[in-house]
């Protein structure tokens, strides 16, 4: 399903910061969310709380503010004088702000002057009046636009018959698209910019603490309207963002088109994987093979490599026309055929080249997104790069934290220990593929076929689901007034895929569960998911319906709300009344989770290395992108992961696909998986999962590390998912094991 989001600034000013779909384990979905989370930005470095004494004034003196500087002036002495010298700071503050963002076109400076005249709230009364007022009407506005939006997907996103060509236009039209521009052409924006505070990440981090409800909200406020990016700029990261995921969407590999030494076909034909997720889980999958399992993973992290460093002959990219052996690199036209129609015919070889690399285009499609996230650089003076955007304004952790965090991770003596356990357990030295190592899955006392059954038989329909959600709900500690309360919350529909969660934006909306039930009824893994969804609907309505502020809406971002999904995702054995899951069972489930973790550590290190080395050689040519993003890959797999598994200079970890569309998304993952391991151990610590979730999902959308500090009393961090670690290694008898001699 396509959602409501895309790649411009401008279009998503009123968009909630977190993607309000949720979407149970579709990840890439969530890339576009980060680029939504951009327009919550705070630019301005002038910019600082009304509330803190003494009030700071260190406006940079753009050529607009310049222009208006006689304006500025004059207007000072006329309003101190009508409102009282109280005002002076704020007035001034709220005059720049506006300054900076106007443009020729909104008027000369005597226009400038009556719209201040006319809209500065002098009076606490006033301003009281204003934020009641924008605070109710961007609810609405926001609302509709989610209701309108959520209509037209309808066709598309339900199981309700086929979907008709102009369905998908209904589903790609996004009514918000021009709102930004329109506050800013009808000034309700300026209105904002003059009234309310502008706040760098720096004040939020220090001062939001002490920020009251109101504070923060009012912080919120003014950073919806913090940018005001040129429509062409948008339109330009937008084009860029469609055609580098379209290189990535199309980037299959035929599987039974590689071969071995011997002329050998290790996978079966027909089988078509997308770099990188299909390649990556074909390994994964590929443990359980006794027979070929081994040799299937070598080859694939043959061809990640020869994808990594382009040496991958260009005619063997999605198509089956070819068959390729990834060691020797050696290119024939196919053997055999198990293409069909919609496959792609033959290339044209130039002089019987077969083997011809990839021009580099993989760092080409990179560049093209470098240069289109910097066309925002110069209207974002305090966070002037695409990598500040990211950090101070999408996630709202500082960069330099994060990578301590990740070196927290990746550093830990607990890796080795891991590693060590996933080689005696393997019963090989490890080898660069098993980063990806999957084996850590608990045997169920249930088959997935007695649990298909036991599902089935309690939710033929959906609607049985439904009804049962109150006693679910009961079950993870809710009062029987709060569950009835949530789940007439959440209206279920039957969904075209796998499942999601829609929420709302105006408390008189409802929230909606797309769950998947078969006409045999519900099998075991869409209760999973809708468990999963049912998390997130519970969340996205104590989060807009229980909250003090709708300004507040929601949790920092989608690292917190998929945290507070799983904690529901984990009891789903509890739910059906069967026995939870085991001590080991849980022990291995975390060791999966913290292998996980400790590999995409790595490959978010990477991401913001090459972001860094972009920005620094800003006219590099996709070649000399190459050669440093292998570097820095190889750089980072020595330092980390060389020690552990015994072979340096690998580049596997430049692999991911996002790393190439999706913006410098990466750093995301490690940090959802540490955020999820905080909420659980304190979900863990209280014992009672109803009455700490209404806690936790009521705070609202303030800074991360405020948000985890008053729901568990400490800052975001990995000790929480190394503490764990640490207890299910000595669980599995893993550390007697690693230290004995
Ligand atoms: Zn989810």
Redesign the pocket.
Known sequence: MKPAVHYGYGSLTLARKNNRT????KLPILALALIAQLVFTVPVSYAYSAYSAPVRLSAPETAQSDRMKPSIERLEKELVAKYGEGQRARLRRGMLQVANFWRDEDGEPAVFEEFVRTNFAGQQATLDTMFERFEHNLEQLNGHMGEIGREFRNQSDLDVGPILGFDEIFAGYDPSAHVSEDFFRNKLAFIVLLNFPLTTLQQRLTEGEKWSRREWAEARLAQRFSKRIPAEVNQALSQAGSEVSRYIAEYNVWMHHLVDANGNRLFPPKLRLLSHWNLRDEIKADYSDAKNGLAKQRMIQQVMERIVTQTIPAVVVNNPNYDWNPVSNEVKSAAVNDADESAPAATVVRDGVLNEPEPNTRYAKLLLAFNAARKVDPYSPTAPTHIARSFDEGREIPEARMKAMLEQLLSSPLAQQVGKLIAARLGRPLEPFDIYYNGFRPRGAYTEAQLDEIVAARYPTAEAYKKDMPNLLVKLGFSKERAEYLANNIVVDPARGSGH?LGASMRSAKTHLRTRVEKSGMNYKGFNIAV??MG?NVEQTLSLNDIDHTLLQGVPNTAFT?AL?FVFQNKDLELLGLAKPDAKSEALKTLNDFWGTYEIAGVALVDMAVWHWMYDHPNATPLELKDATVQISKDIWNKYYAPIFGKRDVVLLGIYSHMIDSFLYLPDYPIGHMIAFQIEEQMEKTGNIGSEFERMATIGSVIPDLWMKKATGAPVGSEALLTATKKALTEVGATSKASSP
């Open positions: 949720v979407k149970s384990l969660a999963h969804e997130h998929e999904a």
